[in-house]
């Protein structure tokens, strides 16, 4: 196996998740010694000396500030992503019975999806590694992330995508230049696809297969932002839909990268997870006595971005929660269109179903007593609603005629 060298001096490798081995940074993607998953390792004591939290306030405007605690830099050209708002979100929180609630507004990247930013993470060890041709599979948002920066650094793209995917998201990958392969299947079959593809393809990176150690790295970096946001101090607790898992375990890894590297101060903070009722084998495991996670044959979501029947990181999504004191929700179509619907009305915010999920869970949890007293709670909105229509989501009211006794007859309370 060629050896690829990092540029990031404080990686010091990637560590098997099941033996613990630490081997070297180069193309591998799972553990050499026994096939487990791997992840990068940093030299956060190193960091801690370094003045870390001083290096990133002078870096970019971007997720690329954090270099430090990513394991690879830049790539020539690539499009600036990261660095959205964190905002009060009182009209919304009022609503759902959750005071002090934020919301980390992860709609407003370039492709409208929180995905830009493992994307970017993975394509810039994509250009480390010398490969030439950037795939994925994909529910949709990660298609046209990977679409998008393919594109902006010269590179063929190749997205597979089950074939009942929304069309606005197939036509929006393919308006990049990807060639886009509609596959006849659920998303688990279709990540199966790639991984019996990946070694008949010499130079393809799949951004969530072979360079997946690196692509999870970018979604640390929502935590890192709503840290630095705030003052340099973690959240009380953050509500995260969960697809694959990998935002949810790695926003864990990132507040504790944070604290060994003296960035933030050590302090509690609760991750709960957020899914549909229609896929929902994490947070069930969850809700029935933090149990092993079993597989989704058929998922039934509206939420198509969170509709994968068995996650890659569901069992350490579970430890995740458990371990910080979390909790989580199963939501109901009928509540996910709720919560696309708040969203939009009480904070001006379009969203994905995926969002739907995350504002109906934390009504459910603020229901149920989940959130103590003060806390600040940080919702993870992650795709746009401009990228997917709601037809099932909201109804229109019927047309009227151009004449104002029209509208009054229909509107009748609008004369005061």
Known sequence: MKLAVARNEALLGVRCRACGLLQPADERYVCGDCLGPIEPEYDTAALARSDLRRTIEAGPDTLWRYAPLLPSRPAAGQWPVGMTVLVPAPRLGAAIGVPGLMIKDDTRNLTLSFKDRPVAVASARAVELGLTTLACASTGNLAGAVAAAAARLGMPAFVFVPADTELSKIMGAASYGAVVIRVNGTYDQVNRLCGRLVDEVPGWGFVNFTLRPYYAEGSKTILFEIAEQLGWRLPDHVIVPVGSGALLTRTATAAAQLVASGVVPDAPMRISAAQPSGCAPVTDAILDGMRAVRPVRVARTIARSLAIGAPADGDGAVQV????????????????????????????????PAGGVVVAAARAMARRGVFKDGERVVLYLTGSGYKQGHGDAMSLAPAIGPDADDFFAAYPTARG
């Open 321 to 352: 929660v458990k371990r910080t004191g979390g909790s989580a929700a199963s939501v109901s179509e009928e509540d996910v269109a709720l919560g696309c619907e708040l969203a939009a009305r009480t904070e001006g915010i379009s969203v994905e």
